[in-house]
């Protein structure tokens, strides 16, 4: 499936139904997004807190914790050579910069206070990745009309075949926003969705009422953010998704009834 087409937004009721899953905030966490916090917990919102997810304490937590599947949609193009001479994927931000590389821009909205204690959605860059021919860019739906698209990186083909499988017949994917009009690249879903067999993960909202940092499996830090969540898919292997991304997952006892 290529140049696919996307349905904009959410209905009212999809967009309800997507909330409802998300597990209740805490006390501390209501106060924080409503602007009440004490002046010390506001203080440290600007303070990430180091927070290792793989002690004890939070292995208990993730085997106790409810079980979540990723079912959303991604939109996968290839990157060619002859794509990124002709400009082929600015649609997705791509720019060449003044050495002659090739740069995607990654961007992440991260929620802010303002002196008043407002919470706002603010889009920030995330990350800068260098393309090559081969890679690919893959592309989650976004979940709040006029935000960036949520684009990210695979280098390789093997990757991707391993992580989603090409979108079925009769999977309108109603509902799902790719940005305006048509967005170049294959529909996909993540792999084992036709047949039900997504592994599930547990998921746990950030507990912390901080901003956080973990140490990344894949190596570095990651940022979270008071209202992030932790997942854990295999030993010594959590990691950190916004609210962002988690609006793609749904409660695997959803998903087994589907």
């Not at 501390?28 to 304490?57: C, F, S, W, Y």
Request: hydrophobic letters at 30%; one cysteine or more; glycine letters at 8%.
């Amino acid at each position: 499936m290529t140049n696919a087409e996307i349905p904009k937004n959410h209905s009212e009721e999809e967009e309800t139904a997507s909330n409802n899953k998300l597990p209740e905030p805490t006390d501390a966490q209501k106060a924080i997004m409503a602007g009440e916090a004490a002046p010390e917990q506001q203080e440290q919102l600007d303070e990430r807190l180091h927070v290792d997810l793989n002690t004890p304490e939070y292995t208990e937590k993730f085997e106790n914790a409810e079980l979540f599947v990723k079912t959303s949609p991604v939109m996968v193009e290839e990157v060619t050579a002859e794509g990124l001479e002709s400009d082929a994927y600015a649609d997705k931000g791509v720019t060449k910069n003044a050495s002659g590389d090739y740069i995607l821009t990654t961007m992440v909205v991260n929620q802010h206070k303002d002196a008043e204690g407002q919470v706002t959605r603010v889009p920030e860059v995330e990350n800068t990745y260098v393309l090559e021919p081969g890679n690919f860019i893959v592309t989650n739906p976004v979940w709040h009309e006029g935000e960036p698209l949520n684009n990210f990186v695979q280098k390789d083909a093997e990757k991707i075949a391993k992580l989603y499988e090409p979108v079925g017949e009769g999977d309108a994917m109603d509902g799902y926003n790719f940005g305006e009009g048509k967005l170049a690249g294959k529909a996909m879903r993540p792999k084992g969705y036709s047949e039900g067999t997504i592994e599930p993960r547990p998921v746990i909202q950030n507990d912390t009422d901080r901003q956080v940092q973990i140490d990344a499996p894949w190596g570095g830090t990651q940022d979270g953010n008071f209202d992030c969540y932790f997942v854990k898919s295999g030993p010594n292997n959590c990691y950190i998704l916004s609210q962002n991304d988690f609006a793609g997952y749904i409660p695997n006892s959803e998903y087994q009834e589907k």
